[in-house]
């Protein structure tokens, strides 16, 4: 099936009957397509009947009508393999380490979502960061090592040159990790990797295996 | 010492290619219409988001006058250089650059002060057309390369800017709308006839011009991003102003129509292959 194509600049429809998706921008009350590509209409998701009416324990904002409308977005699936993402707050990404300080372990960003990067963007993990409990004995020397691959959450855009991430999540750390003998490491608890080889065992902030 | 950085021409005196028999003649540009437009997306493949553009030559009979072609490249979204502080936007950085064997005088290597001040311009254009909020903390490089010889400045502006606005679109930059450059100028026979107003000059046709308009405009939201005027103005007619602002505006809607056209293309191929 043909898709309705958009491209920059193109009228897609009154902001009142869609919602403004990826690659959309609202102007004076209308939506207009920001890149080029295909334009995809997303139906709101059926609300699972409700059980039994809670009891209102927080004041909530009223329910608001655009969570009914369908969601408009233009994606570039088609034109191009290559498509640029940036890292956002709240996004899981992959990264390698590349460097260790006492401060900080600074990666290299190098997947976000399930989409490889163009590019590798730097990104920091402060101590503070690594895990949820006991922050204050945390060592990053003890949490990661140059080389490994962690899993991370992107948790600010940091400052100028490095994204700012966290670990602090039982499914967050360390993924992939190699021994100081080279061997690839399996993990054994929440905080060690073991060399199948040497039988030595490294600290690591290890990610909770699905 | 050779200078190995870069392929210098040839030291010596070279022949040029002498073409026996000339084209057919094309047919005569009207006043009212802008030359034709040859536009391409994604003829660089390690760039981000590249276009080519082409203008008919009016008249192909003439030695070396050749039709004015264009080359944009557009790198990234990427992450910024280390020294560079924190931006919540994207980073706009254009480049205009003359291939060396692009005028008749040949070019150097660096760019001069018209270059670089078409690349404000430039700047100027595209700035307005893009949603730099989308992307914090990184850069864009927009290198527009002008590969062949004989127009003057405004033209070659406005075409940077069309074959810049189909590259942004190609690399998947947000942008409001796709911009597009036109020119109209004022010229003159001599001094006895009234001047006219002419969308998107050939500059070798016309005797003399008074004054030029080259404007970048986003058509579906009528606003103009970049106006450059030069000239003098007759003081006779208080209008003539405007006249001329809106003959380069009809120019943009024109360029903009192709740039429309190929960007569908771009996706319809795109769906084709996939």
Request: proline share 7%; aromatic share 4%; glycine share 8%.
């Amino acid at each position: 099936m043909a898709q309705t194509i958009a491209i920059p600049g193109q009228l897609l429809g009154p902001s009142s009957k869609y919602v403004a998706g990826p690659g959309t921008h609202i102007h004076e009350a209308n939506l207009y397509s920001s890149v080029l590509g295909t334009v995809t209409i997303a139906q709101p998701e059926k609300k699972i009947a409700p059980g039994p009416a809670k009891r209102l324990t927080k004041i909530a904002g009223l329910p608001s009508s655009s969570a009914q409308l369908p969601t408009i977005s233009v994606s570039r699936t088609g034109i191009s393999e290559k498509r640029e993402v940036l890292p956002e707050v709240g996004n899981v990404v992959l990264c390698r380490v590349t460097r260790i300080q006492p401060r900080q372990a600074t990666v290299a960003i190098l997947v976000v979502g399930d989409t490889v990067l163009e590019a590798e963007w730097q990104g920091v993990i402060r101590p503070q960061d690594v895990r949820a409990t006991e922050k204050d004995k945390v060592k990053i020397y003890e949490s990661f090592r140059p080389g490994d691959i962690v899993r991370a959450q992107v948790i600010s855009l940091g400052d100028q040159a490095s994204y700012y991430l966290a670990t602090a999540s039982n499914d967050l750390g360390v993924i992939m990790a190699t021994s100081e003998a080279g061997n690839v490491m399996y993990p054994v608890s929440w905080k060690e990797y073991r060399d199948p080889e040497t039988g030595l065992n490294e600290n690591r902030k290890v990610a909770k295996p699905f | 010492m050779a200078d190995r950085r870069r392929i210098n021409g040839p030291v010596g005196a070279t022949t040029p290619p002498i073409f026996d028999k000339p084209a057919g003649p094309a047919a005569a540009k009207t006043r009212d219409a802008i030359r034709k437009i040859f536009l391409k997306t994604g003829i660089t493949p390690s760039a981000s988001g590249s276009a080519y553009l082409e203008l008919e030559n009016p008249n192909p009979q003439r030695p070396g006058n050749t039709s004015l072609k264009l080359s944009c490249t557009v790198h990234g979204p990427r992450s910024l250089p280390r020294s560079a502080p924190f931006s919540p936007h994207i980073i706009l950085t254009t480049h205009v650059k003359y291939a060396p064997f692009a005028t008749r005088q040949r070019r150097g290597y660096l760019r001069d002060s018209s270059e670089r001040d078409l690349g404000v311009h430039l700047e100027t254009a595209l700035r307005g057309a893009i949603i730099a909020d989308r992307w914090p903390k990184s850069g864009v490089d927009i290198i527009s390369q002008k590969d062949d010889e004989g127009w003057d400045m405004m033209n070659v502006l406005s075409g940077c800017i069309t074959v810049a606005s189909a590259a942004i679109a190609d690399a998947g930059i947000d942008c409001v709308d796709t911009v597009a450059g036109g020119v109209a100028a004022l010229v003159c026979k001599d001094d006895k006839t009234a001047p006219t107003i002419v969308m998107d000059p050939v500059v070798a046709e016309h005797d003399s011009i008074l004054a030029a308009c080259c404007v970048a405009y986003l058509p579906t939201r009528d606003e103009i991003t970049n106006m450059w005027f030069k000239g003098r103005l007759p003081g006779a007619d208080m209008m003539v102003y405007d006249k001329l602002m809106e003959k380069s505006l009809v120019a943009c809607r024109c360029a903009n129509r192709v740039i429309v056209q190929e960007l569908n293309e771009t996706v319809k191929k795109g769906q084709g292959i996939s």
